[in-house]
């Protein structure tokens, strides 16, 4: 009779307040489980391919544990990479510095970026490169600006670029967490 209680009491009153406490997130760029406004657990990150209208799945980051279990490998690129104190030099890494929510998430924060009217008005358009360093720890600092277009454009990629979270994973060579120079690219492009 107890164990009966017991059931009846975990199904009615236990259950429903533990499903309130999670539930599903979806996007079309992120899928996983949101508890008191935080993810938990495992979340899949995903990427539409120019050739294919299906997702593909580009990271598997485990919130709870603050692991990643997978990511889409990309093309091998060199990375200004610190080796020792203050000595830098490029490098080919094992697992480049990725965002968490990859390409597709991150894109949600650089389409905040506003196009300034005196630089639309001017007719200045081109390519904003922004520089920062991801340390071991995944955290952004350092932000510069090191390709320039002008009219207040500069200044918003900048702004934009510092205002993304720190949620990078930083990039590893063998088993070792590196710090590296990232560079971003903002394109502000009058339209047609």
């Not at 104190?85 to 894109?107: A, H, R, T």
């Amino acid at each position: 009779m107890k164990s009966t209680l017991l059931t009846l009491f975990s199904c009615f009153v236990l259950l429903p307040a533990a499903s309130q406490a999670q539930h599903l997130y979806k996007t079309e760029f992120e899928k996983g489980m949101m508890e008191k406004g935080k993810k938990v657990g495992i979340w899949e990150y995903y990427n539409y391919s120019r050739n294919t209208e299906e997702p593909m799945v580009v990271q598997k980051y485990d919130h709870t544990t603050g692991k990643l279990l997978y990511y889409l490998p990309v093309e091998v690129v060199s990375y200004e990479v610190e080796k020792r104190p203050g000595e830098w030099s490029m490098s080919e890494v094992d697992q480049p510095p990725l965002f968490i929510g990859g390409i597709g998430v991150l894109g949600t924060y650089i389409a905040q970026m506003k196009y300034p009217e005196s630089a639309q008005q001017a007719g200045v358009q081109g390519k904003v490169m922004v520089s920062f360093m991801i340390d071991t720890l995944g955290h952004a600092s350092g932000h510069k600006v090191i390709r320039t277009v002008g009219g207040g454009c500069d200044q918003e990629a900048l702004r934009t670029c510092q205002a993304i979270p720190d949620q990078w994973i930083a990039p590893r060579i063998g088993s070792k967490a590196v710090p590296v120079r990232y560079m971003m690219p903002f394109t502000f492009k009058l339209q047609q």
